[in-house]
């Protein structure tokens, strides 16, 4: 079956730089990569997706971009700010008829103010 | 438009004790699914149904068990408590895409 696997397990930023989470994934056929973020005590929350037929993906101060002969997928935060302290999580989805995640294990991201 | 809930939010349990987690969404979803979340880790999918009367399993679904009856409802039953499923689990639900996650119910099993 599908693994995710995610790096790095914690990241430490200043405020005002960039963040780069990277994930790779076992099976070619995945194609859907969303990312949630997951605040303290709180659930998790999609914060951009992309698919398969396109290799990047933006949304102001995120974007996601896909390398499929690779396998692997990124997170880019840049000018990061207190507010961007989470949990991020990738996870990958075949979209088959059961339309299921599997994620990785998680980054947590600090930014310094 | 409530999205999903859960009931209860915190839960205690003995060993050996049963209970089932409550999960519903007003969101008209075909798809459910039910993860665990340890301490530090990510989300193991249990189970998951595509509809009202199917259910599958995911990766973890040992010690659990679920039924569909309705669009609205998921619940999802331990029997036999054991110590290692003390865990933080979230009920999601999908229309297609993006996945929906209820508040979680945190469960310790002592």
């Known amino acids: 079956g599908e693994n995710v696997e995610q790096h790095p397990s914690t990241l430490s930023v200043q405020e005002g730089d960039s963040a780069v989470i990277k994930c790779t994934y076992s099976d070619s056929a995945s194609n859907y990569f969303p990312w949630y973020k997951q605040e303290l005590g709180k659930r998790p929350q999609l914060i951009i997706d992309?698919?398969?037929?396109?290799g990047e993906k933006k949304d102001q101060r995120i974007a996601v971009t896909l390398n499929k002969t690779a396998k692997h997928f990124s997170l880019h935060i840049t000018e990061t700010q207190p507010e961007d302290s989470a949990v991020y999580f990738c996870?990958?989805?075949?979209?088959?008829?059961?339309?299921?995640?599997?994620f990785g294990s998680g980054t947590r991201l600090l930014v310094r103010p | 438009n409530a999205g999903v809930t859960q009931t209860p939010k915190f839960r205690i349990l003995k060993i050996g004790q049963s209970m089932t987690l409550q999960c519903t969404q007003d969101m008209n979803h075909n798809y459910m699914y039910w993860y665990r979340q340890d301490p530090g880790m990510g989300l193991k999918l249990i189970y998951y149904?595509?509809?009202?009367?199917?259910?599958d399993k995911g990766e973890v679904p040992n010690g659990y068990n679920v039924s569909r009856s309705t669009t609205e409802d998921f619940p999802l039953r331990l029997e036999l408590a054991a110590p290692s499923q003390t865990s933080v689990y979230f009920c999601?639900?999908?229309?297609?895409?993006?996945?929906?996650f209820g508040p979680g119910t945190r469960l310790t099993v002592t």
């Open positions: 996870a990958a989805s075949l979209m088959d008829s059961s339309y299921k995640l599997i």
């Open positions: 992309i698919r398969s037929n396109v």
């Open positions: 149904s595509v509809g009202a009367g199917i259910t």
């Open positions: 999601a639900s999908a229309g297609v895409y993006e996945q929906y």
